[in-house]
């Protein structure tokens, strides 16, 4: 009697079918067994890769604001109270004057020297 033979194929079989299971769940973020996965604000990202995916953006988004407002707070002169004209003047290159996730303009006042994105969810930054 080989009964070993049959024991392997089906914990072969019950194997992978768990294994195809966790990738489904996984790349649907859960709604598929019913689960509530984090939504963003702009509706971006509907699968656990994806939301990953967008949160690497905008961090990318934090970091392109912050290296703008460096650059803006250098280019201004804190004597005569004036900022640069333009974000353009920063000379960062167009990379960082756009939002990395919705691709968006970064909005700057010259009176004021303030940045900032207007890529719903990223109002804070
Ligand atoms: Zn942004």
Redesign the pocket.
Known sequence: MRRTQGNSLVGMLVAVAILILATVFFVTGGKFMGGQSTARADGKGETIIGQSMYRG??AK?IS??GQVRSSISINSDPVENTYPQSIEETRLGQDFYK????G?P?EYDPTTGKVR???K??EK?
């Open positions: 953006k905008d988004c392109n604001i939002c990395p996730v919705g968006e970064y994105c207007v890529h969810g990223h930054y």
